[in-house]
Nanobody, 124 residues
């Protein structure tokens, strides 16, 4: 059974880059036809899909975040990463990594396998 675990700093200063890693077990990222996604939930707001990397390696981003977001993978470690540049306090959120059966650009999705989430606060 696939399991996902987010890791990274819990506190980032404004204007810096937020970097998170998702470690996958029970499945191989480049195998199959899956999409490995990042989703976030700011306090009091809805879930927001940020972007994804496909098993074949193609990347997809939310138009609202595309200019600041980069998703990559390290197949030797079975990990994929999120980088969000030039963060502001509005980027404070719980960040989730997930596996999708297709390219699903909504916060909620049927069949989505979630990590437990990690809190990231942007503050000086």
């Amino acid at each position: 059974q696939v399991q996902l675990q987010e890791s990274g700093p819990g506190l980032v200063k404004p204007s810096q880059t937020l970097s998170l890693t998702c470690t996958v077990s029970g499945a191989s990222i480049p195998t199959g036809y899956y999409y490995w996604s990042w989703i976030r939930q700011p306090p009091g707001k809805a879930l927001e899909w940020m972007g994804a990397i496909a098993s074949r390696g193609s990347t997809y981003y939310s138009p609202s975040l595309k200019s600041r977001t980069s998703i990559s993978r390290d197949t030797s470690k079975n990990q994929f990463t999120l980088q969000l540049n030039s963060v502001t306090p509005e980027d404070t959120a719980v960040y989730y990594c997930a596996r999708d059966l297709g390219l699903i650009t909504t916060g909620q999705a049927t069949g989505r396998k979630w990590g437990q989430g990690t809190q990231v606060t942007v503050s000086s």
